[in-house]
């Protein structure tokens, strides 16, 4: 790949930014230049102004930075920003580093529904990249554009499903059930006396980013719009469980074409392989899916951090007697599910010459 590039990382203090910091500490490819929060933060090293909640330690080349104000001036040096900012802060934010010519991937929702803003699930739909130069032309950008990741369920939803749009056409229904572990809301998260002994049959706004964001990601592109999905129907079901790390998904699929068996999905789940692999970024897993055939799995504990956590571990697939085909998914929702991803994005728009 291409030669260190200095990055920046907005919302470094909060879950995600930590979660950053983490996969970009020794990355042959980025450097941590600069890191921005809230004006509360601002001004303080870094291991003065979070409340780390990692297993390993704050690195020791970031723990005595500066946390900047989230401001493009504080990181015009930047050839990268990722950003994990809560959605109500992010979208003017972001939309400022965009006008200041600034590369910007971000985790957050504000941008996912524009029709200029690729939404890229880097083993999935690398081919979105391809809106770049249409983006920068209406933006009037020389090198700076804007890639959103997708929500943390809809990532592990997408990509098996993606090889079975690859392997066997259409799709025509997708049922899906989730439950989620609790780090996808962020620290503090939810209450303890709601989740301890419980699960939490609702999520505010999660079953209506994972029907559409899936028709955007799995859809089309003729490098000036994007091309959703019209013809396949997907209804989601999601819930909050007593887990720390790995949204489970249970998934049911219709095809249009007709049924495939078992082992034909098996084959196209082992076989399936994405452009970020072929490209042979730095965090791209060896297997796109893992698949694995044990009855009782997958399971969060025991899988989540398969290849560092940005493959999707899938299993118990079998016939549906409502659909065609049902099957377990595993995806680990900080990594993959998303810092994992923005970081796997800009390694792949490192690797085409985007930056």
Partial sequence: MAPTKKV?????????????????????VFTIHALGASSRSAGKAYKDAVKWKQAKPIPDNVENLTVKA???????????????????????????????????????KNYRRDPT??????????????LIPYQRTINKQTKGFLITNANCSTTGLVVPLKALQDAFGPMSHILVHTQQAISGSGYPGVPSLDILDNIVPYISGEEEKMEWETSKILGGSDGKQFLPLTDTIVSATCTRVPVIDGHLESVSVKFANGCPSVEDIYKAFEEYTSEAQALDCYSAPQQAISVNKAADRPQPRLDRDMDKGQTVTVGRVRP????????????????????????????????KGLI
Avoid at 8 to 27: E, K, M, N, P, S
Avoid at 76 to 96: N, P, R
Avoid at 336 to 351: I, K, M
């Fill in 117 to 130: 803003v690729p939404l890229i699930v880097p083993t999935v739909n690398t081919n979105h990249f391809d």
């Fill in 320 to 351: 549906c007697p409502v659909l065609d085909i049902k099957f377990m998914l595993l995806v680990h929702n900080t990594v993959l599910g998303a810092a994992g991803s923005s970081v796997l994005n800009a390694e792949v728009a490192v690797a």
């Fill in 8 to 28: 920046g990382i907005l919302g470094a203090t909060g879950t995600v930014g930590q979660r950053f910091i983490l996969l970009l500490a020794d990355h042959p």
């Fill in 70 to 108: 989230c401001v493009s001036e504080e990181f015009k040096e930047c050839d990268v920003v990722f950003s994990g900012l809560d959605a109500d802060v992010a979208g003017d934010i972001e939309m400022d580093f965009l006008k200041s010519n600034l590369v910007v991937f971000s985790n957050a």
